[in-house]
């Protein structure tokens, strides 16, 4: 084993969980003022990492990471829900102008862009919602 695998795991693991704490945190924060659907799609990979990170911690560091991690998932799940709105944009546009230019209505099309489109901002506001609660809750001391 090399000497970095006998050092004791909690002390070991608070790094790869603080360094995936710290990302998450700068991408969230990027996302907010960027506003950019991309922008939100990388803080949610940044979530999962960080969600997975501390799946390996957990065992180690008990309760505390555990309702952090938590918190983290529920993050995640907003993001997603964005995520998947966001690419239905693009691809309901296009079936409505595929409409038009055969001839149909692409009214409905429209009608569904709007619709994903306020289901987009609303997840980004839930998830917004989630990170204050991520930043505030119960947490290890050491990765605040």
Not at 113 to 137: E, K, N, P
């Amino acid at each position: 084993l090399t000497p970095r695998a006998r050092r004791k795991a909690r002390k070991e693991l608070r790094r790869p969980v603080r360094r995936a704490a710290r990302r998450l945190a700068r991408s969230v924060e990027a996302a907010r003022i960027d506003g950019a659907h991309d922008a939100w799609h990388q803080a949610r990979k940044d979530a999962k990492r960080a969600r997975y990170t501390a799946d390996v911690a957990r065992p180690v560091f008990g309760a505390a990471l555990s309702a952090w991690r938590k918190r983290i998932k529920a993050l995640q799940t907003e993001l997603g829900e964005h995520q998947d709105a966001a690419v239905a944009l693009p691809l309901l546009r296009e079936l409505g102008v595929r409409a038009h230019l055969q001839g149909g209505n692409g009214f409905t099309y429209g009608l569904l862009h709007g619709r994903q489109a306020a289901y987009a901002a609303d997840a980004r506001h839930r998830g917004v919602d989630r990170w204050h609660a991520v930043t505030t809750g119960t947490r290890p001391a050491w990765l605040r």
